[in-house]
């Protein structure tokens, strides 16, 4: 699967943007899916999770409450919807993807997600 991360910009802190990833391929259904993010200067983080039929999801603290994560698996399409950002929310987000199934969001996630797409950089101002 090859994946495209779009919808960054420049937010007011306190404001929202929705990013959306789009795939190819007509097996994206099967695929467990992320977002992580690097900010300026640190590493790469986990951000949020959801399993392939959407009914799961996993959050890292940071964003818990304010973030949304969802899928539309008849447009091929993975979803953030970021709320009351802040500027430490500043970052390149990527979405990535796993298709090996038979775990949970978090072990998924520690085990790294092998199918990933290029950055879209938000940037908070405050």
């Known amino acids: 699967v090859q994946l495209q991360a779009s919808g960054g910009g420049l937010v007011q802190a306190g404001g929202s943007l929705r990013l959306s990833c789009t795939a190819s391929g007509r097996t994206f259904s099967r695929y467990a899916m992320g977002w992580f993010r690097q900010p300026p200067g640190k590493e790469r983080e986990f951000v949020a999770a959801i399993n392939w039929t959407g009914g799961s999801t996993y959050y890292a603290d940071s964003v818990k409450g304010r973030f949304t994560i969802s899928r539309d698996n008849a447009k091929n399409t993975l979803y953030l919807q970021m709320n009351s950002l802040k500027p430490e929310d500043t970052a390149v987000y990527y979405c990535?993807?796993?298709?090996?199934?038979?775990?949970?969001?978090?072990?998924?996630?520690?085990?790294?997600?092998?199918?990933w797409g290029k950055g879209t950089l938000v940037t908070v101002s405050s």
């Open positions: 990535a993807g796993d298709i090996r199934g038979g775990l949970g969001l978090p072990e998924t996630v520690r085990n790294g997600m092998p199918y």
